[in-house]
């Protein structure tokens, strides 16, 4: 007698826009020199088909620009948290980010917010927490603001590695303002693209199509928040990764224009 046949493993068709990043770790998590472990990637990736529009492109290059900034930002909050232990992280457009599982010092609160259907696909993915919750909320629709319940005085950073590369630069003075507004003292770790991501050298180094572009993210921020204490601005490819072809690594010898062929990590303080 034949034996009884098992069904096969449920794999979720998540769209591509939401996968490809969390692969991209995934794919890094397997590298020798790679720049990001996250073994939760990996796990997740397993229960998912993914979309011919993933492999789309030089994968290696995209790859190595999402890990490099993807890396930047873990750099700042994990800075964050080793001043303030106990602090609070809001990541604002988390898509299927993985952060929390990697930076997690046991201590801090973690804050998740996006749309609905997204906030479902993380459910079925990766596994919950008391300090860990989700919440609807978006770069656009800021109503979430008004009900956080964040403690009076207690240490915030705000964090939105994809979600703004997908709105207006009217879009992101809107984000960056009332973020101004609601807190007194605050930090946040934004991700920004330059005016020539789009360019043909801008596309060799791994960026994609954007709705927004800034020859100058921290003159633009000045503008929208004049009382910001701090901007600082870290370009991918200062960081001393041998896997940037040599041409790539020359543009950081040019400071006037190597924030703007990629998206690049803006760290605010106000």
């Known amino acids: 007698m034949a034996a009884p046949q098992r069904s096969p493993k449920t794999r979720y068709q998540i769209p591509a826009r939401l996968l490809q990043p969390l692969w991209f770790r995934s794919r890094e998590s397997l590298a020798d020199d790679g720049l990001v472990y996250d073994p939760i990637a990996a796990s997740a990736c397993h229960r998912c088909q993914l979309a011919p529009e993933c ?3 030089d994968i290696d290059q ?3 620009l999402h890990a490099t900034l993807t890396q930047l930002c873990d750099d700042q909050v994990n800075a964050f948290l080793k001043q303030n232990p106990d602090g609070w992280i809001i990541n604002v457009g988390a898509g299927l980010d993985t952060r929390f599982y990697r930076v997690d010092n046991g201590l801090c609160r973690w804050l998740e917010l996006d749309v609905t259907e997204n906030l479902l696909w993380r459910e079925k993915l ?3 927490s008391e300090r860990y919750h989700h919440h609807c909320g978006s770069v656009t629709d800021l109503s979430w603001l008004d009900e956080l319940t964040i403690p009076e005085k207690s240490p915030v ?3 939105c590695e994809h979600a703004l590369l997908d709105i207006t630069q009217t879009q992101v003075a809107s984000f960056v303002q009332a973020l101004g507004r609601h ?5 946040a770790c934004l991700v920004l ?3 020539l991501s789009q360019s043909k050298v801008g596309q060799k180094m791994g960026s994609g199509q954007y ?14 928040l004049p ?4 901007v600082r601005i870290f370009s991918p490819v200062d960081k001393q990764c041998q896997r940037w072809k040599w041409w790539q690594r020359l543009l950081t010898k040019f400071n006037r224009v190597k924030h703007r062929f990629t998206p690049v990590v803006v760290l605010l303080r106000w």
């Open 55 to 57: 492999f789309a492109g």
């Open 62 to 64: 995209k790859q190595l």
């Open 126 to 128: 990766f596994h919950h």
């Open 157 to 159: 950073m705000l964090v």
């Open 183 to 187: 807190f007194d003292d605050a930090r």
């Open 193 to 195: 693209a330059g005016d």
């Open 211 to 224: 709705a927004h572009g800034y020859e100058s993210p921290s003159d633009a921020l000045l503008q929208y």
């Open 227 to 230: 009382w910001l204490r701090r």
